[in-house]
């Protein structure tokens, strides 16, 4: 959902309770209604729960996601305006070769899924930021978030 959405998030998910548990961790681990990516997918990892499960238990409780970890959405970027708002991006990365490479054998229609960017960053031992940040440098786009946020 969009920033605009915020407070309605709910609305997504028509019809699905509120686990007690998954909803206590979520609260437990947010802050002024937001609630970090890597908190997420550790409140997941802990109660042995699909990411996308998470996700949804936290649109549930209105709760707004933040802190992407390949810096996509929700940080509070510095007063220089080097970053777009709310993104961690670098847009003058320099792709190496091997990332190039990477890159090429998991996109597919120009677009690459959340957890193939996290892959990728793994498999080179780089942060997961500079991954999104060569797919945002070579306009491809990001989708099919874990967490269900885009």
């Given at each position: 959902m969009t920033h605009e959405d915020a407070g309605h998030y709910a609305k997504k998910h028509q019809?699905?309770?509120?686990?007690?548990?998954?909803?206590e961790k979520l609260k437990n681990n947010s802050?002024?209604?937001?609630?970090?990516?890597?908190?997420?997918?550790?409140?997941?990892?802990?109660?042995?729960?699909?990411?996308?499960?998470?996700?949804?238990?936290?649109?549930?409780?209105e709760l707004r996601l933040n802190h992407c970890q390949l810096g996509l959405f929700g940080w509070d970027n510095s007063p220089s305006g080097k970053l777009p708002p709310g993104k961690l991006i670098d847009k003058t990365i320099q792709?190496?070769?091997?990332?190039?490479?990477?890159?090429?054998?998991?996109?597919?229609?120009?677009?690459?899924?959340?957890?193939?960017?996290?892959?990728?960053?793994?498999?080179?031992?780089?942060?997961?930021?500079?991954?999104?940040s060569a797919c945002e440098k070579r306009g491809i786009k990001i989708k099919k978030c874990q967490l269900g946020a885009f």
């Open positions: 019809g699905i309770e509120i686990d007690k548990t998954i909803g802050k002024d209604k937001k609630i970090s990516c890597p908190a997420m997918h550790l409140v997941a990892t802990e109660l042995s729960v699909t990411p996308e499960k998470t996700g949804i238990q936290a649109d549930l409780l792709i190496s070769d091997s990332l190039e490479k990477e890159l090429q054998t998991a996109v597919i229609d120009n677009r690459i899924t959340c957890i193939k960017a996290w892959d990728v960053a793994k498999k080179l031992k780089m942060k997961r930021v500079d991954v999104a």
